[in-house]
């Protein structure tokens, strides 16, 4: 009996009712055949944008792209010596900037990895970038987990990357040109893209608030970014899509200002915040030698609000 190709695994996993087929893996592979219609034995092409289309939507993540860039070379320093790629998408699936070595670029080429490719998954299946972006969490698809079976050469390792509005903005991506790529080698990297993509949304959520006071909170996943940003009339402007759920916010679109206090003096949820904001206060009198004026103009606030912060803190006048 000759043995199952990829091609009848997955195609048997897609129209399967088994609870083997209730997996993510399968859902997506699901999702791929019944609602993309594609098939896992077709070897065409990796659809591209036209050069004028990767302009636009490269300009209009500019500030995200700027703050992005020297954490994908940091990335990249760590990973490209071993044969992967680093990748950055838009929320659509569309490759918008790479990093890879000139060695390694025939090989991503051949397989469509590359600037203004498509691989949303309704182009390319259940794959890294476009599984990661439908799904909204961190993931690995290794080898023979992708949808068709042109993509089985590669091992993808991926993580969300959401904007100040809370909603997924981008997808950051790690391919492997290697065909000895292990699992284990590959959670490896997962935790590095994780960090990454941490780093990434923490840098552009500072650029967006700029002149806003930023405030950072412990959460259950230490790999999310959880800031709010503070305005000079301490309204909360903004605030991540881990710290929309800390604190029951709206989880996606512009936030509705409210007073600091409302959120941080909460009895009956986090404290994370308020420890971050003592702490933020002490370190900025602690740093001016006891002056409050100079400590103020450190935190980005007024005199007079640096004193009820701190009578709100409890913190005597040093």
């Not at 009712?17 to 997996?23: I, V």
């Not at 691989?119 to 599984?131: C, D, K, L, V, Y």
């Amino acid at each position: 009996m000759r043995p199952i190709s990829h091609v009848d695994r997955v195609l048997d996993a897609a129209f399967s009712s088994s609870a083997a087929a209730h997996s993510r893996l399968a859902a997506s592979w699901r999702r791929s055949a019944h609602k993309h219609g594609l098939d896992p034995a077709s070897k065409r092409d990796v659809a591209r944008v036209t050069q004028d289309c990767l302009k636009d939507r490269r300009a209009a993540l500019e500030t995200f792209m700027t703050v992005a860039a020297p954490r994908l070379d940091a990335l990249y320093a760590l990973v490209g010596q071993s044969g992967c790629g680093v990748f950055l998408s838009d929320a659509k699936g569309v490759i918008l900037d790479q990093r890879l070595s000139d060695a390694d670029a025939p090989t991503f080429g051949h397989w469509g990895l590359c600037n203004g490719a498509d691989w949303s998954e309704a182009q390319e299946g259940t794959n890294g970038i476009g599984t990661c972006l439908t799904e909204g969490r961190r993931l690995i698809i290794h080898r023979d987990e992708h949808f068709f079976a042109r993509n089985t050469a590669m091992s993808c390792i991926d993580a969300p990357i959401y904007g100040s509005d809370g909603s997924i903005v981008a997808a950051l991506d790690v391919s492997s040109a290697r065909a000895d790529q292990t699992e284990a080698f590959n959670r490896l990297i997962a935790a590095q893209v994780a960090q990454t993509a941490r780093a990434i949304e923490e840098a552009h959520f500072r650029a967006t608030f700029p002149n806003a006071r930023i405030v950072v909170a412990e959460s259950e996943d230490a790999e999310a970014a959880t800031l709010l940003a503070i305005d000079g009339d301490d309204l909360v402007v903004g605030a991540t899509r881990e710290a929309r759920r800390v604190f029951g916010m709206e989880s996606s679109a512009a936030l509705t200002p409210r007073p600091a206090a409302d959120i941080l003096g909460r009895e009956d949820g986090p404290t994370g915040f308020e420890k971050a904001e003592r702490a933020a206060v002490v370190r900025a009198i602690a740093r001016a030698d006891g002056n409050i004026s100079q400590a103020a103009r450190q935190l980005g606030i007024g005199r007079a609000t640096l004193y009820r912060r701190m009578k709100r803190l409890g913190l005597n006048e040093t």
